[in-house]
């Protein structure tokens, strides 16, 4: 079913070349403004808080919307709105705080299942679509690998829901990143992590390679993730393919584990985003970089079954902005992005956070920038 989340457009043409809007100022990091937590398992209206993997703003009424990738392990599927008090004057990140916390329901008017049921949500991103006063969301889905050959199927999305939680609609995916129980479409836990809304466009990414697409980054050699673009009315545009580096460091045994993906993007105009390249390695723990991306001149590859091998492709360009990794130490499992307010400066404001896993040793952490060359700002 299409998503009609907002009013009609004029088409866009996402991969035109680079010198055909104009170049424009790139963004740049210019100070540290703070850095704000929230405590371990902090309840909150009978809800354990934890598993922040999304964020985003409200720019007309200042508000805040957080999503929790709870699988009810504690509490359904929920988000929460809040206030991050960020001082427009002096851009001082003074405190953080929620008013309230909203169950996602299905069609039905239910909850979604929890973890390992069927239809079962892994909420991964959400967005306040200002130009229809709903909410998007990224369900990442589950699926069975060889890990886990017993879970269903539960499909990946992203939806539309109102302000109290209840589902409106949802997107319709390309075949191409729709789970399978085989060794083909989105690896698991690697399916939708990212989410962007324009006035023109839907995005959303996927964390890491399908299957078709090549293996996993490893020290020696990063991977393909695709980057998906809707119109308004849910129509598809492209598909682009978004460079995953390889991994900053090799695992500790080398024999050990590691995870590598982009956790989230963030829009700065219709054509470049900002992006989150998380991963976490055994024996070495998070590192995360903050990059520029840009999809003119990339080449749409939506109809293209594989990535490993054939014709060549011109995927996103890809510019480093920051590196996280320098910022806190020990560095926290950052997975969500938004614009915060504009500063008296003209500076944007920049606010990045971590998904603790409800586990003791990680934290729920919010981290403030100033930054300039942004343009997603009312």
Known sequence: MAIAVAFAVAAVNVAQPATAAGRREPVRITRFLGEQRLPHMMRFEGTAVGGLSGIDRDPRTGAWYFISDDRWRYNPARFYTGRLDIDQASGAFMGVRLTGVTTLTRADGTPYPGYGQPESADPETIRFDRWSGRLLWGDEGDRPDPRNPHIPISPSAVRAMDLQGRHVDRLRLPLNLRLTGAERGPRRNFGF???AVTARTITAVTEGPRYEDGPLPTAERGSPARLTVWGRQGDLRGQYVYPLDSLPAAPIPPTGEADSGVSEILPIDDYRYLALERSWIEGVNYRVKLYEIDLRGATNVLGRRSLAGGWPYQPVAKRLVHDLSLV?????????????????SGEC???IGSDDNFHQAEATQFLAFAATGCRMLS
């Open 193 to 195: 992590e990212g989410l």
């Open 328 to 344: 806190r130490s020990p560095v926290q499992n950052l997975e969500s992005l938004a614009w915060g307010p504009r500063l008296a």
């Open 349 to 351: 404001t920049l606010v």
